[in-house]
């Protein structure tokens, strides 16, 4: 069983930057693959971005690229989403998803792949 708790969110301007964590516990995140999904009002749980087991391969949503950053230190059990250049439509809430590498080579961009969810924080972009 992995717990994952995100934190980071809030109310930023347009422009601006937020660091997203995603801190693991009872189990080393080394043997999960991590993702960031986010969700609207309205609308469905969306991938942003994913980063392997290794690190060594990160895989981003088009509208995010050259924005947002993933990254991850499994040392510290920690999942981080670097946001830059923050836009309204990026407004949601941010969850980080662990997806095991029994079940899959390499990160996923499908969120009913994942084993286990965060409960979410806030992003609030204004313009």
């Known amino acids: 069983q992995v717990q994952l708790v995100e934190s980071g969110g809030g109310l930023v301007q347009a422009g601006g930057s937020l660091r997203l964590s995603c801190a693991a516990s009872g189990r080393t995140i080394s043997r999960y693959h991590m993702g960031w999904f986010r969700q609207a009002p309205g609308k469905e749980r969306e991938f942003v971005a994913a980063i392997a087991w290794s690190g060594g391969s990160t895989y981003y949503t088009d509208s995010v690229k050259g924005r947002f950053t993933i990254s991850r230190d499994n040392a510290e059990t920690t999942v981080y989403l670097q946001m830059n250049s923050l836009k309204p439509e990026d407004t949601a809430v941010y969850y980080c998803?662990?997806?095991?590498?029994?079940?899959?080579?390499?990160?996923?961009?499908?969120?009913?792949?994942?084993?286990?969810w965060g409960q979410g924080t806030q992003v609030t972009v204004s313009s």
């Open positions: 998803g662990a997806l095991s590498t029994r079940y899959s080579a390499g990160a996923s961009t499908e969120r009913g792949l994942y084993d286990y």
